[in-house]
């Protein structure tokens, strides 16, 4: 928490040898962000292009699973993500899962996955 990007660094740093493959403002601000050049901290919405960039690049045509403990003590805002879909595709039958059937109808049942 005390210094910026440190969870990020903590999570990304050996990705590095990834980061040649940037577009130059995406490297140059995922470089600063890492304190590998001397730059002023560049803000997050540069950062966060360069990070998606750099995970994208350092997985490749394979799948990549990041998983961070103790979240709460990142330097990052809350952030969840959400899928939504009319049906569930055989892609994500394995995850968990809040079924809604309509708002007149209450909030849904959380299910576990079919296996």
């Not at 901290?41 to 966060?48: K, S, W």
């Not at 990052?76 to 968990?96: H, K, N, S, T």
């Amino acid at each position: 928490m005390e210094l910026a990007y440190a969870g990020l660094h903590q999570l990304c740093g050996h990705m590095m040898a990834s980061a040649g493959l940037l577009p130059a403002p995406q490297r140059e601000a995922i470089e600063a962000a890492f304190g590998l050049r001397q730059a002023s901290a560049p803000g997050p919405f540069l950062v966060g292009p360069a990070l998606l960039g750099l995970l994208t690049e350092t997985a490749g045509d394979r799948a990549l699973l990041c998983v961070v403990d103790d979240a709460q003590w990142l330097d990052a805002e809350g952030i969840a993500l959400v899928l939504a879909m009319r049906r569930v595709d055989e892609v994500f039958a394995g995850l968990w899962r809040l079924d809604v059937e309509g708002l007149s109808k209450g909030w849904g049942t959380a299910t576990r996955p079919v296996r």
